[in-house]
Structure formats: C-alpha cells, structure tokens
C-alpha cells in the first residue's frame, strides 16, 4: 500500500484519467473528490461490497 500525505486543494493523479483531491479536512473526516471517465466506477467500500453480495446473489442457480 502506498501511503501519502496532502493537505487540502491538493491532488493525487492515478494514471493518466483518474485525480483524486481532497476538498475538505474537519476532524477525524476527510472529504475527496474524484475525477474519472464515466467507465471508471467509483464507489464507498461499503456500498462496492454490498453491490457484490447483490451480483453473487443474482448469479446462483435456483
């Protein structure tokens, strides 16, 4: 895992399409935006989880 550290307004660059900024630090939270072609999904880890369980679910054989 690679770990950094930015302050606010600054930015980190995954390849060459997706940018990740963080636009707000109160507390112990942190806010990010995230900037990546619409094929590129990009979700909460609890709610990438949950939409896997759903697909597993739809996937098994009656």
């Not at 600054?10 to 990740?20: A, N, P, Q, S, Y």
């Not at 109160?26 to 697909?55: C, F, M, T, W």
């Amino acid at each position: 895992m690679l770990v950094l550290s930015r302050k606010k307004d600054e930015k980190i660059v995954i390849g060459d399409f997706i940018t990740l900024m963080v636009i707000e630090i109160r507390g112990d939270k942190v806010r990010l935006g995230i900037e990546a072609p619409r094929d590129v999904s990009v979700h909460r880890e609890e709610v990438y989880e949950a939409i896997k369980r759903e697909n597993a679910t739809e996937k098994k054989p009656e």
